[in-house]
């Protein structure tokens, strides 16, 4: 497919087929006089290409475990490697610059709410993303057009691309955040309960981008859900209790 070309990025490092490894991951808050610990002690390892489900019950550490994949909360203790562009780098330890950073190029997230702008197109929504912490060139705006309107052809929505974010229906809209999530080539895709607000049909159909992205694109893809055929469809799954993988 055309659109993989697109996603290629330059080979800096021997390739390391795993994107994401967690090793003893801990992470605690604050709890009246004591701590909640939200992640026990959780390993686990995702390859590029495959993706990895997590299940549990609500308040069993998923939504903290993918937070921490993301470089949006640092853990107690543990370590995180992500393989970038660059070469591995250890979440655990980045500070809130270089996550911004790694957010921006190496990890996409799609959240239960596709938090779109409003007042932007489903392209705009796009091309932000490689606007963020750069002043674009003509080049690069040319460049991002037109990646912006691959990805959306890609996730169906290719007559959309010129709709305002409000025109958009619950599934348009968070296939245009897969997209976005797309837009900058990361190595590990992120997704907490992406199609839980979505009717049965729309969720199937998010569900089935991000699978075949993970694929075809050679993306991890980590996956939080309740839904357990969902879970059934990625590659591996793990299941949390009190932050602890039970199985
Ligand atoms: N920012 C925070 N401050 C304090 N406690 C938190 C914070 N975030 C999460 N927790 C606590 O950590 C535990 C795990 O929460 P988390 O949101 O990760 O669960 P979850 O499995 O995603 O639940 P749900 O299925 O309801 O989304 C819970 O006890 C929660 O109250
Ligand atoms: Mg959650």
């Not at 879970?231 to 591996?236: E, G, L, M, P, T």
């Amino acid at each position: 497919m055309s659109h993989t070309a697109f996603l290629d990025r330059p080979v800096t490092t021997a390739p390391v087929p795993t994107a994401l490894r967690m090793d003893n991951v801990v992470l605690t808050f604050p709890d009246g006089n004591g701590r909640i610990t939200a992640v026990d002690d959780v390993s686990l390892a995702i390859e590029r290409g495959r993706s990895l489900a997590v299940t549990g019950p609500s308040g069993s550490g998923k939504s903290s475990l993918l937070a921490v994949a993301a470089t949006l909360t640092r853990p107690d203790s543990g370590q995180v490697w992500l393989e970038t562009r660059s070469g591995a780098v250890d979440l655990a330890a980045a500070d809130a610059r270089r996550g911004a950073e790694l957010r921006r190029g190496e990890i996409g997230i799609v959240f239960q709410q596709a938090n779109l702008i409003e007042s932007l197109t489903a392209r705009e929504q796009l091309e932000a993303m490689a606007w963020l912490g750069a002043r674009p060139s003509k080049a690069r705006r040319r460049d991002a057009r037109e990646r912006a309107d691959d990805l959306l052809d890609m996730v169906g929505l290719g007559d959309a691309a010129g709709r305002s974010a409000g025109a958009l229906s619950g599934g348009q809209r968070q296939r245009v955040a897969v997209a976005r999530a797309l837009m900058n080539g990361p190595s590990l895709l992120l997704a907490d309960e992406p199609t839980s607000a979505l009717d049965s049909d729309s969720g199937r159909v998010v569900m089935d981008l991000l699978l075949d992205t993970a694929r075809e694109f050679d993306v991890a893809l980590m996956l939080v859900t309740h839904d357990a055929a969902a879970a059934a469809r990625c590659d591996a799954g793990i299941h949390l209790v009190d932050g602890a993988v039970v199985h």
